[in-house]
């Protein structure tokens, strides 16, 4: 009876329940629980798989440039990080309620680390993510316009609950650049939240887009529901070598 319960498990795809019950099997621990008990430790098994599987399947997708979590945040003085606000970010909630985050700072302060552990955090909490340096984006943009997948490409950075766009302004955006920014953020106002990270304080943005109207349209979308992170303080990469 217990070899068929095992096989049906297997046939019907319930990998969490079938190892879980494997396992009290072999220990002989299905013989101390009630049938509530045991209903309830083999569903709790099954959700566990199924929550890191998919966890699993978000981070891959994601592709994030540094592996962070939370935790490792550290809010030493002089890093004007208020520890509240990013508590309270980590809660993801703003995802659900559309709202973006800014973060600026000299190079090195760890606007990417802090990023990505916010991203791997939305992740955690069963949330799509995709990440991507803004050079990058746009190249990757450009080359799907020549092999016809433009529109896809577009579509997957549409629909992911969070975007984040890394080292954004380190070059100035020609026509093409801005257009397609001013698309994908059009799309995602009201409906999913943003992430972008620059070195550049945001008043500077406008002389990044280079186009007062473009500039207008788009930064617009993105400050008026934003929390913004604008950190200071030395290079960490330099503290780290000397």
């Known amino acids: 009876m217990n070899e068929q319960t095992l096989e049906r498990m297997r046939q019907l795809k319930l990998y969490g329940m079938h190892r879980a019950f494997e396992t009290m099997l072999e220990t002989r621990q299905h013989q101390t629980l009630n049938a509530g008990d045991l209903i309830n430790s083999l569903l709790q098994s099954e959700w566990e798989e199924r929550h890191n599987k998919r966890m699993d399947r978000l981070l891959k997708s994601a592709r994030f440039r540094y592996q962070a979590s939370v935790e490792e945040i550290s809010f030493p003085e002089g890093r004007n990080l208020d520890k509240a606000l990013f508590l309270q970010l980590a809660d993801c909630s703003y995802i659900d309620r559309r709202e973006n985050i800014l973060i600026t700072g000299p190079t090195g302060v760890g606007k990417s680390f802090l990023a990505s552990a916010l991203g791997h955090q939305a992740c955690n909490q069963g949330y799509r993510?995709?990440?991507?340096?803004?050079q990058?984006?746009?190249?990757?943009?450009?080359?799907?316009?020549?092999?016809?997948?433009?529109?896809?490409?577009v579509s997957r950075v549409e629909k992911a609950d969070l975007l984040l766009l890394d080292d954004f302004g380190l070059q100035p955006l020609d026509s093409t650049k801005r257009m397609e920014l001013l698309e994908i953020i059009e799309d995602r106002h009201g409906k999913k939240s943003s992430l972008i990270c620059s070195q550049l304080p945001v008043k500077q943005w406008y002389e990044i887009i280079d186009d007062s109207t473009i500039a207008d349209a788009i930064l617009d979308r993105l400050i008026h529901t934003a929390h913004r992170l604008e950190l200071k303080g030395e290079s960490w990469r330099k503290k780290n070598a000397l």
């Open 129 to 134: 993510v995709v990440y991507f340096n803004t």
């Open 136 to 153: 990058k984006l746009f190249a990757k943009l450009k080359l799907s316009r020549a092999e016809g997948t433009y529109i896809r490409e």
